[in-house]
């Protein structure tokens, strides 16, 4: 099996340089077309042996993160190749996948007082309750393919720790670094529909706390991250056309090629 964190596309607010946790910022015409490469490439990927079929696609419940998730879904129904007798994809909207909460930030240019944010506390508990609630009993179930999970970039970061204390220690302590570099809470970075690709293995079943229960013994292996590939060659409209928020209405978006040089932002 297969895990893929991936992040959002382009937003509007990643765009004007804002803080944009909770708030509902929209893809930009750009950001669309991140997702719909991504969306490409992930239906490619789920034809693949190694890969498997993608059986499970979560989200957080903004619109960036849940527009990017429903075009891979979109993509998949799509192909040509799909199973006509496969299960339907239903992409899952989790609240707890939300990006970090700016407080008074939220909105505000980036450099502005974030005193009153959500802790990382909260978000790790967040991700502890996606985990147990959606999570590890797909983890350790024994079935095959992959499992599509698209939210933030702090979040995403949390999720990330979360998963890999649970699951495999010395998979964080190898990304958190060697001792004596000190690496804050965050063991990698999203660009806009990077993703982090783990293989899942199971061994034989392991005795847990409570008395007479038994789980599958989950270990997880981080095998690349921060992957872009599909983005290769894609350029961004000058005159801030590709910088616009999306419109689903547009037939196409061929128009909105040009080239990018806008750095990634973890909001």
Do not use: C
């Not at 719909?36 to 979560?58: E, Y």
Request: aromatic fraction near 4%; hydrophobic fraction near 40%; charged fraction near 25%.
């Amino acid at each position: 099996m297969r895990l893929f964190l991936v992040r959002h596309g382009e937003t509007v607010d990643n765009v004007a340089g804002l803080y944009a946790g909770v708030r509902d910022s929209a893809l930009t015409a750009h950001g669309a077309l991140q997702a719909q490469r991504l969306a490409a490439h992930l239906a490619s990927r789920s034809r693949s042996p190694t890969t498997g079929p993608i059986t499970h696609i979560f989200s957080s419940d903004l619109q960036r993160a849940a527009h990017t998730a429903q075009a891979v879904i979109d993509a998949i129904t799509r192909s040509p190749t799909a199973p006509r007798d496969a299960s339907p994809l239903h992409l899952v909207k989790v609240p707890d996948l939300r990006e970090r909460n700016f407080g008074s930030a939220e909105g505000k240019r980036f450099g502005a007082s974030r005193a009153d944010s959500e802790t990382h506390e909260a978000m790790r508990i967040r991700a502890e309750r996606f985990v147990r609630w959606h999570l590890a009993e797909l983890l350790a179930g024994g079935g095959e393919g992959s499992i599509v999970v698209v939210s933030h970039g702090l979040m995403l970061n949390s999720l990330l720790r979360v998963m890999l204390a649970r699951y495999a220690p010395g998979e964080l302590d190898r990304l958190a670094g060697p001792p004596g570099v000190e690496r804050g809470e965050y063991l990698t970075v999203w660009s806009n529909t990077g993703y982090l690709e783990m293989v899942v293995k199971r061994g034989d079943a392991v005795v847990v706390s409570l008395p007479d229960s038994v789980r599958s013994r989950v270990s997880l292996l981080v095998i690349r991250v921060n992957v872009v590939d599909h983005l290769e060659g894609l350029k961004k409209t000058r005159g801030g056309i590709g910088s616009a928020q999306f419109d689903n209405r547009q037939r196409t978006l061929d128009s909105f090629l040009t080239p990018s040089s806008k750095k990634p932002r973890l909001e």
